[in-house]
């Protein structure tokens, strides 16, 4: 009887270093790892969606009108290769949502547009390279097509929480999700949210408080999952922090949204 044949499956993780390729035994090492590490720094980590939810891009001839030269926070742009010009706007409070956000978190952005999309863009909120490294994820990088997944993020699940506007691209990582309400500037020009109220405001105290209640367990000697304590302790958390419009309203949907209804959640879900 011949010899049993044991097929592991790779990972490319391309965006970090170029070739590199992990088997799913290689990558829960690395985690292991990387748990540990950000643990000693008092770290979690946090997947940021680019598009409606930390920025808007659309077709810079669909808005003409618009002065990008007035604002710090608006971009004109042409990638290597595109015909069209495009117009970005920073989400208000963006870039002190990332400085905050950096103290508790180590930072990944993780987009379903192309990679070259993704570090045009990613300069407009992170100019100097302080927040997110090469931690870009993008479209390329994706091992099911049409979907985001944390196989490609080289941190243990449980202590990785992810901020997006979309749901759908989630399947098997709810557990982890944040929704934010969709930001969609120029279908509204010259409506916009408030630095103080707006959605990543509101978003960034959630996270500040998850992040306490995580390292009061894990001083406490108490096993530490960021899905169980979005599952089981999400009204606790915002009850605590009394965080303005966003109110707790648990569901059998089992979602986590941020907005005037705010965060339902869902269950547990797979890893590698």
């Known amino acids: 009887m011949g010899e049993e044949i044991r097929v592991t499956k790779s990972i490319s993780f391309d965006y970090l270093v170029e070739g590199l390729e992990m088997s799913c035994d290689e990558v829960e090492r690395v985690r292991d790892i990387q748990l540990r590490n950000l643990q000693s720094r008092r770290k979690l980590c946090l997947v940021l969606?680019?598009?409606?939810?930390?920025?808007?891009?659309?077709?810079?001839?669909?808005?003409?009108?618009?002065?990008?030269?007035?604002?710090?926070?608006?971009?004109?742009?042409?990638?290597?290769?595109?015909?069209?010009?495009?117009?970005?706007?920073?989400?208000?409070?963006?870039?002190?949502?990332?400085?905050?956000?950096?103290?508790?978190?180590?930072?990944?952005?993780?987009?379903?547009?192309?990679r070259n999309y993704a570090h045009i863009v990613t300069d407009f909120l992170d100019p100097e390279g302080l927040y997110f490294g090469n931690r870009i994820i993008s479209r390329e990088d994706c091992t099911t097509p049409g979907q985001k997944g944390l196989d490609v993020v080289p941190v243990e699940p449980s202590a990785v929480v992810i901020l997006d506007d979309t749901e759908s691209v989630w399947k098997g990582y709810f557990a982890n999700l944040i929704l934010v309400e969709k930001y969609d500037y120029f279908s509204n020009v010259g409506l916009d949210e408030s630095e103080?109220?707006?959605?990543?405001?509101?978003?960034?105290?959630?996270?500040?408080?998850?992040?306490?209640?995580?390292?009061?367990?894990?001083?406490?000697?108490?096993?530490?999952?960021?899905?169980?304590?979005?599952?089981?302790?999400?009204?606790?958390?915002?009850?605590?922090?009394?965080?303005?419009?966003?109110?707790?309203?648990?569901?059998?949907?089992?979602?986590?949204?941020?907005?005037?209804?705010?965060l339902t959640v869902t269950k547990k879900q797979r890893v590698c």
Request: glycine share 6%.
């Open 196 to 262: 103080e109220e707006g959605e990543l405001s509101c978003a960034l105290e959630v996270l500040t408080k998850l992040h306490s209640v995580y390292f009061e367990w894990y001083d406490s000697f108490i096993d530490c999952d960021v899905r169980e304590l979005i599952h089981t302790h999400w009204e606790e958390i915002q009850g605590q922090q009394g965080l303005g419009t966003c109110s707790s309203h648990m569901e059998s949907g089992k979602r986590a949204r941020v907005d005037d209804e705010c």
């Open 49 to 114: 969606d680019l598009d409606h939810t930390l920025l808007h891009t659309d077709d810079f001839r669909q808005n003409p009108n618009i002065d990008v030269l007035g604002h710090d926070d608006m971009f004109e742009w042409k990638g290597m290769g595109m015909e069209k010009v495009y117009i970005t706007k920073l989400r208000p409070f963006v870039r002190n949502f990332l400085e905050e956000a950096s103290e508790m978190f180590e930072l990944y952005v993780y987009t379903m547009g192309s």
